[in-house]
């Protein structure tokens, strides 16, 4: 029995490891065909979902989150942007929740966050069109859990081969890391704490993110949706899906 227990904390350890080295991969790669939008600026959007979607909602969190802090240390930009960083790990969990049919805490997050925005008067002042990927995504939230809690059975066996519930479940799980940097931002007023920006600045940061933040996480979602049917297909009787799934 204690062979077995070390058996499966040795695989854990080496599963996190091996997801964590990706992901600082991933995040100290910057060049990107995209401008500059303070959303995401290494590739660690491609590879958060993924995380996510293939180990279970704790690993991805802890891989993620070891992951972006290593990367972040490698290229140094400000102190700042390892409090918005963490939103990555919790969108990583967020995707891996869903994929496994547990929505209630990705509706809880998502309201609360959504709630909070919502109440505080400086978000009065930003063009509603700039997080319509967010609401978006919420509403994808609201379809999902529909779905699951009417054929629960059918999106827990579709989980190894849909290519539309890995896409959908990577795109609520991207934007559940938006949301989070957005509440820092607004509700916490980091962009006036941290950056000294004016609500000026804002808007206009609002009207950039409101386009070039979709085109990502849809990119994201693409790639989940066509690489992890074939993945978790592959891993479905090896002892890694154990730990993963």
Known sequence: MKEVRREKSSLFVSTVSIFAA???ISDVIWESPFPYSGVWLSWIFIM????GILLTPYASFLSTLLGVMVGHSLRYIDIYEF????GAPLGAMISSLLFRGKWKPALAYYLLLLGVYSLTPISWSLPIYGMWDVYLAFACLLMAILIIVRKAEAWKLGSYRSFYVSALCAFIGLEADVLFRIFLLVPCQTYRIFYGWKITDLQVIWATGAVETPIKAGLAALVSAIIIPSIMKSLKNSSFI????
Do not use: N, R, V
């Open 48 to 51: 958060e979902p993924i995380t």
């Open 242 to 245: 154990q730990i993963g799934y």
């Open 22 to 24: 990706l992901t600082t």
């Open 83 to 86: 409090a918005f960083t963490l």
